[in-house]
């Protein structure tokens, strides 16, 4: 079955650039999907990529997709302390969403 | 407010007891969800219904039984509880099937622990 794997953590300071990564074992996923979680709270749909796409862009998230090597990211610019979260992407092959470990992002002021 | 919600947000009882949880969305979505969020926050679906129908129903032990009393509801009850039970549940709720790239909507959560 799918696969999906991401680090646990990142830290950055407030105002630079914070990069997620994943990979994933199963490339019959129509869409690839970054979904955030606040503490105390359930997930919020974040951003989503089409797995004919490379890259796509959304204010401050960009996502880029690397089929051949099976590897997404999540670049968020100018990282601020709400951004503060766990980060989870997630595939759907055959319908249902598979999720990552997730990364845990701490942003210091 | 148009959410999911879910209902209790706690849940703290003894190993061995039954339990509910439920969930209720407002969005007029067709297919609702049950996932486990364990606590190194690994996150892996449960069930899913569609209309009412079970669509999807992972390697669940049976005695967790969801059911979905119309297309706004899906509960989710729980006989004889263990240890390996603690954990948090999310219901969501997504327009059709997410093969289709329809995003789901998460309720916050239910926190249970089992003493």
């Known amino acids: 079955g799918e696969d999906v794997e991401q680090s646990l953590f990142l830290s950055v300071r407030e105002g630079d650039s914070s990069v997620i990564n994943c990979t994933y074992t199963?490339?019959?996923?129509?869409?690839l999907y970054w979904y955030k979680q606040e503490p105390g709270a359930g997930l919020q749909l974040l951003t989503y990529?089409?797995?004919?796409?490379d890259m796509k862009q959304d204010q401050r998230l960009t996502v880029l997709l690397n089929k051949k090597d099976k590897h997404l990211s999540l670049r968020i610019a100018d990282t601020q302390t709400g951004d503060s979260a766990i980060y989870f992407c997630?595939?759907?092959?055959?319908?249902?969403?598979?999720f990552g470990q997730g990364t845990e992002l701490s942003v210091k002021p | 407010d148009t959410a999911v919600s879910q209902t209790p947000k706690y849940l703290v009882t003894q190993m061995g007891n039954d339990k509910s949880i439920k969930c209720e969305q407002n969005?007029?979505?067709?297919?609702m969800y049950w996932y486990k969020q364990d606590s190194k926050k690994f996150l892996k679906i449960m069930f899913s219904?569609?209309?009412?129908?079970?669509?999807i129903n992972e390697t669940v032990p049976n005695r967790f039984s969801p059911k979905s009393p119309d297309k706004a509801h899906l509960n989710l009850h729980i006989n004889s509880l263990e240890l390996g039970d603690s954990a948090v549940y999310f219901c969501?709720?997504?327009?059709?099937?997410?093969?289709?790239?329809?995003?789901?909507?998460f309720g916050d959560g239910t926190r249970l622990s089992i003493l």
């Open positions: 969501a709720s997504s327009p059709r099937d997410s093969v289709f790239n329809q995003p789901q909507h």
């Open positions: 199963d490339s019959s996923s129509t869409y």
């Open positions: 990529i089409f797995s004919n796409m």
């Open positions: 997630a595939g759907a092959p055959g319908g249902k969403l598979i």
């Open positions: 969005l007029g979505h067709d297919t």
């Open positions: 219904y569609n209309n009412k129908e079970l669509i």
